[in-house]
C-alpha cells in the first residue's frame, strides 16, 4: 500500500468543503464517545454511536460516516499509546480538516486524473487532480488497485494497492546491523563474503542541531508558551522531512543492491528494542532514525518482493561468531576474541546476525551456507555514499561502487 498526493486543481468545490466540515465534526464526535464508552474499533464505535450520529448527519454518505468512525478509532489508540508513554495529554481533537474514504465509496478516472465523490444520495463532486509524470507511473499502471482516498482542502492522497510479489529466493544475503550513523555489514554470496557500509553521519548531526534549536527556541520563548510550541512542532516536521528523505535514499540503494544480488535482506528486529531509561531522552531521539529506517526498508521491499528477515539482536555484539564465545562486555571499536578472532564491532554484529538466520533456516531456501572464515577483510563495499546519495536518481536508485582499502 502506498500513498500518493495529488494537488487538487483550483479551489475545493463548497459542498466538498462542507462535506469536510461535517466528517471532521463526525470524528471528534466518535472520539468523545470512544473514549466514554473505552472503545476504539470501527464496529464498536458504530455499535454505540451510528444512531445518534444518522440523525446529526443524515445527508452524510453512509459510507464515509463509517470511515469516520475509524479515522476516530485510530485517533483514540493514539492517544492511548501516548497517554501510556508519557502519561500526558489532552482529550484528543482533530483540528484540520480532512476525510477518508474507502474505495467503494469513490471512483477514480484514471486516465483524466478526476475523483468522483458522493457527498449524499444523489449528489457527488468532481475533484480534478493535478497528474504529474510521477503520478502518471500510478495511475497507469494496472496492476495497482485503489485504496482509501484521503481529502485535505489543498490535496487529494490516493492510497495505491499492490499484491506484494511473491519474495524471490535467495541467492545471497546483505547482513546489516544498523547504527547510529550507518549501517555496517557483510554481503556474501556462495564462497566470498565483503564488508559493506552505508554511511548517514548527518542524520545525527541534522537531530542534535534541531534539537539544539529547539532547546533555544523554549528557552527564548519561555514566557510565551504557545509561541514556543508552534515553532517547535514547527522545527520537528521540519527535521522529520529532512531526516526521512535521507532514509528514504539509503533505504533505496541498500535494496537496489539487494535487488541486483537476489539477496536476502537481515536486519535486527528493533521491536522492543527501548533505551535505557538512565539515558533518557537523548538516547530516544536517536533511536527514531533507526526504527524508521527499518520501517521504510521494510514497506519497500515487499512492494519489489525482496525478502527481509528480521533477527533478534541480544548478544549479536557481544559473541564470536567463530567460536560462539559471549563476551561479558562490550568493548571498543574492534570486537577481539581469545580465540584469536578480530573484526570491526558492527560489521561482527552483523556476521552474527547473519549466522542466526542462517542456522533457523529463516527464508534461506537457497541453502546458503556461510564460512566466516571466508570473509574478506580487506575489501569494503559502500551501499550508500552520502556526498554522492545526496544527488538522487530519478528512478531512486543508485549503484555501488567498490573500494578496495
Ligand atoms: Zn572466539
Redesign the pocket.
Known amino acids: 500500500m502506498r500513498g500518493v498526493a495529488f494537488r487538487l486543481r483550483g479551489e475545493l468545490p463548497p459542498e466538498a468543503k462542507f462535506l469536510l466540515e461535517d466528517f471532521r465534526l463526525a470524528v471528534n464526535n466518535a472520539v468523545r464517545a470512544g473514549l466514554q464508552a473505552g472503545v476504539t474499533s470501527r464496529n464498536a464505535l458504530a455499535k454505540i454511536a451510528y444512531k445518534d450520529f444518522r440523525k446529526e448527519h443524515p445527508r452524510m454518505y453512509a459510507q464515509h460516516l463509517v470511515s469516520a468512525f475509524e479515522v476516530a478509532g485510530s485517533v483514540i489508540k493514539n492517544y492511548r499509546r501516548r497517554i501510556r508513554r508519557s502519561g500526558a495529554g489532552g482529550v484528543p481533537y482533530v483540528r484540520h480538516l480532512m476525510m477518508k474514504t474507502e474505495n467503494q465509496a469513490y471512483k477514480l478516472d484514471r486516465k483524466n486524473g478526476v475523483v468522483d465523490l458522493p457527498i449524499r444520495a444523489g449528489r457527488h463532486v468532481m475533484l480534478k487532480l493535478e497528474v504529474s509524470k510521477y503520478h502518471r507511473r500510478y495511475l497507469d499502471d494496472r496492476s495497482l488497485t485503489l485504496g482509501s482516498l484521503t481529502l485535505l482542502p489543498d490535496r487529494a492522497i490516493v492510497a495505491f494497492r499492490k499484491n506484494a510479489p511473491r519474495p524471490y529466493v535467495p541467492e545471497s544475503a546483505l547482513s546489516l546491523d544498523t547504527n547510529e550513523g550507518s549501517l555496517d555489514g557483510v554481503f556474501f554470496k556462495k564462497d566470498e563474503a565483503k564488508a559493506v557500509t552505508a554511511d548517514f553521519p548527518d542524520v545525527a548531526i541534522i537531530q542534535q542541531r534541531h534539537h539544539d534549536r529547539r532547546r533555544r527556541l523554549q528557552k527564548k520563548k519561555a514566557h510565551d508558551r504557545r509561541t514556543s510550541r508552534r515553532l517547535c512542532r514547527r522545527e520537528g516536521a521540519r527535521e522529520r522531512h529532512r531526516i526521512e528523505h535521507r532514509l528514504h535514499q539509503i533505504a533505496n540503494s541498500v535494496l537496489c543492491f539487494a535487488e541486483n544480488n537476489r539477496s536476502v535482506v537481515v536486519i535486527e528486529d528493533l521491536r522492543g528494542f527501548r533505551p535505557k531509561r538512565n539515558k533518557e531522552l537523548n538516547r530516544r531521539l536517536n533511536l527514531w532514525p533507526r526504527k524508521e529506517l527499518h520501517r521504510i526498508i521494510d514497506y519497500k521491499a515487499q512492494w519489489r518482493g525482496i525478502p527481509v528477515v528480521k533477527i533478534d539482536p541480544r548478544y549479536s555484539s557481544r559473541t564470536?561468531p567463530?567460536?560462539?564465545?559471549i563476551q561479558d562486555s562490550r568493548m571498543g571499536a574492534e570486537f577481539r576474541?581469545?580465540?584469536g578472532?578480530r573484526l570491526d564491532r558492527h560489521t561482527n554484529a552483523s556476521l552474527n546476525l547473519l549466522q542466526t538466520a542462517i542456522s533457523k533456516g529463516l527464508e534461506m531456501a537457497g541453502g546458503l551456507r556461510f564460512n566466516p572464515g571466508a570473509f574478506q577483510h580487506d575489501v569494503m563495499m559502500i551501499l550508500y555514499d552520502p556526498v554522492a546519495g545526496a544527488r538522487s536518481e530519478p528512478n531512486g536508485t543508485s549503484c555501488v561502487g567498490e573500494v578496495t582499502s
Open positions: 564470536c567463530i567460536c560462539g564465545r576474541c581469545d580465540c578472532w
